[in-house]
T-cell receptor
Framework: DVKVTQSSRYLVKRTGEKVFLECVQD?????MFWYRQDPGLGLRLIYF???????EKGDIPEGYSVSREKKERFSLILESASTNQTSMYLC????????????FGSGTQLSVL | AQKITQTQPGMFVQEKEAVTLDCTYD???????LFWYKQPSSGEMIFLIY??????QNATEGRYSLNFQKARKSANLVISASQLGDSAMYFC???????????????FGKGTKLSVKP
């Protein structure tokens, strides 16, 4: 089975801290995604990557950056965390050659105090 | 304009009964895919069912079926014989374009919270 692993299930950070959210997939997928989930808003795309060192902005990239140095790992970075970035963050991966669906990690619930 | 609309924020269904979760979509791309995901309280997104825009028949996966009405741009999820474990958030999503030729990302609706009563 495909496995997408997010390093932390819960994180508590302070305003202004630099925050790293890590995501690793084990199926050699080319595409990886970071979504943010908020009640009543569904999932919104922050950034995605279709290859190593390649990245594209999604719908809500402001305040975030990403890094993809290796194919299996996609990191989301909050340069200076703010309270409005308190949310559930979901990582996903997919293979454009063989798969239609995306595979998701279990999510990281980030609280910024 | 929203690309995916789920009009039911919350729904209740009696155990063993069938339930329909509504989803309408908006796209001008002739090639697209429609997905349903389930998110239990644990947080993980679980893929349920997929329908391609060119598929002639409605998709089915066990107790899940997708009622695809292309002209109406609707892709409702039907869950037959509801179980207590079906209580969760359900998200409808769309991918525009064929998978290999698109960004591959999914556009999600706001979700429907389904509660199954014993």
């Amino acid at each position: 089975d495909v496995k997408v692993t997010q390093s932390s299930r819960y994180l508590v950070k302070r305003t202004g801290e630099k925050v790293f959210l890590e995501c690793v997939q084990d199926m050699d997928h080319e595409n990886m995604f970071w979504y943010r989930q908020d009640p009543g808003l569904g999932l919104r795309l922050i950034y995605f990557s279709y290859d190593v060192k390649m990245k594209e902005k999604g719908d809500i990239p402001e305040g975030y950056s990403v890094s993809r140095e290796k194919k299996e790992r996609f990191s989301l970075i909050l340069e200076s965390a703010s309270t409005n970035q308190t949310s559930m963050y979901l990582c996903a991966s997919g293979d454009p050659a063989t798969n239609e669906k995306l595979f998701f990690g279990s999510g990281t619930q980030l609280s910024v105090l | 304009a929203q690309k995916i609309t789920q009009t039911q924020p919350g729904m209740f269904v009696q155990e063993k009964e069938a339930v329909t979760l509504d989803c309408t979509y908006d796209t001008s791309d002739p090639s697209y895919g429609l997905f349903w995901y389930k998110q239990p309280s644990s947080g993980e997104m679980i893929f349920l069912i997929y329908q391609g825009s060119y598929d002639q028949q409605n998709a089915t996966e066990g107790r899940y079926s997708l009622n695809f009405q292309k002209a109406r741009k609707s892709a409702n999820l039907v869950i037959s014989a509801s179980q207590l474990g079906d209580s969760a958030m359900y998200f409808c999503a769309m991918r525009e374009g064929s998978y290999g030729g698109s960004q591959g990302n999914l556009i999600f609706g706001k979700g429907t919270k389904l509660s199954v009563k014993p």
